[in-house]
């Protein structure tokens, strides 16, 4: 099994990126991660002025997957997330996040994890949802920041993209360059002071590549429903993305009218907010599963 060391991170995805590993498709990959601020802060007391910007959100990786070509697919099955360490760490910083008109000065605080609960100060225990904020591979054009979601995937901090579920990535670039960090401990949807619970860890992958399946933007599949995901740079833009990528694949798979498609999506699914806070913002639109069988909607056709 190939093994990505967590000294191997990028901080853009890109195709000008060199590949740390190059795999066949349907191989089985482990990628140790950092967490978001590679791991400059063990304590409460560190000094936050001192904190190296540059190295914020280090996606690990890339990997070449042999066979991958622009308008193919890559499938991400994800099949373990391990938190490797005893604690997270949370910030909240004035003018950061959806509030941040009320906080006056940085705050570090660190979490301990026990049991599979997060500590929250306060005395308030929270189960954990290990997810990946971070997690796409290199667009067609320009480098883009692993702190900004957009259809190559990048920091969609999506908490439905966890343990168990599938993500479908559109391939731009010869090897598709595969990328993956920032996990969370536990986040709840918006993200809303700008951090979840970061923490170091390790996640297992599969990589396939899916041919003659072009999407336009990533696509998630869980027990629970398909997902179309959208970011933009408003929560409107991305609401009207979600939803119009679900719109056309239900009407391109089930042979519906766009009007049969959009009377469906505002009855039977959900449209959700991933975050608010990164530099485009994530929706998601949830198809349940019950009403995708009876549809025989499939994400692979
Ligand atoms: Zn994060």
Redesign the pocket.
Known sequence: MTVISRTEVVYAMSRDNAPVATVASGSEVTFQTC??FSDQIASADAAFTELDWQRI?PATGPVYVEGAKAGDVLRVDIKRIALTHPQAVMVTVPQLGVVGDELEKPQITIVPIENNEALLPGGVRVPLNPMI??IGVAPAGEPISCGTPDSHGG?M?CKVIAEGATLYLPVNVDGALFALG???AA?GDG?VSV??L?IPGEVTVTLSVVKNRPLPTPMLENADALYTLGSAKTLDEAASLATRNMAHFVADNAGMTLDQAITLLSIAGDLQICQVVDPLKTCRYALPKAVAAQLNLRIEG
């Open positions: 967490d978001c959100n904020g971070v920091n901090d920032d996990l969370h986040m993200e951090c979840g970061e």
